[in-house]
């Protein structure tokens, strides 16, 4: 009969129990996936926009892409708590655009602008003297006042050149409740400020004064 010394016995018991909780460990990990990404976007317009005053002002137009801070440069969505901190922007974790904000801004307004008739012109088209509208994005957060009341907030500058000449700029705001305390909530919201503020520059574009060329 063998004889094992009581060292042996600690060492290969100790070896036996690194093993099995190597292998639970690696159970674990592969048995646990992390939450799936929801993707959201803006969906499909509400209602289309009619026909407006904008289209006789300037029948054609060129909108460029929308720029601003870099954080709407990315799929990320944001949320913000001014209760607890109003300076701290914070990115959902398994929630995403499907594009970058500033993509989807630049869709939906050249979307919208089109359908109240004014013909929308690339950038390349602008050397032709057609006006051009800039816009410049500031703030597209979902913001919470409380644990169950929040809304989507769109701050924008839009500025608007006839040739190189400014011949108006103006800030848009617009916030709209959200239905829900969450980021499916927080998207609905910002979709529908957005349209909101796209409703708001067809009207101001049907009252630009354009200088003359």
Known sequence: MPTFSVSTVLRNTAS???VVAA???AGC???SKAPAAVTYDFGSPVRPMVSSAAATAMPALVITDVTGNSAFDSERMYYRLNYADPLQ???YANSRWSTTPLQLLTQRFKSRIGQAGVKVLSATDA???VPLLRIDLDDFTHTFDSTSASYGEVV???SLFQGRMLADQRTFTRKV???TADAGGGARALAAATDAVAADLIVWLG???LPAR
Do not use: E, I, M, W
Request: glycine share 8%; hydrophobic share 60%.
């Open 16 to 18: 036996a129990a690194a």
């Open 23 to 25: 292998l639970v460990l």
């Open 29 to 31: 990990a592969a048995g």
């Open 89 to 91: 922007a914070r990115p």
């Open 127 to 129: 050397s032709t003297g």
């Open 156 to 158: 924008l500058r839009a």
């Open 177 to 179: 409740a959200a239905p």
């Open 207 to 209: 009252s630009a004064q």
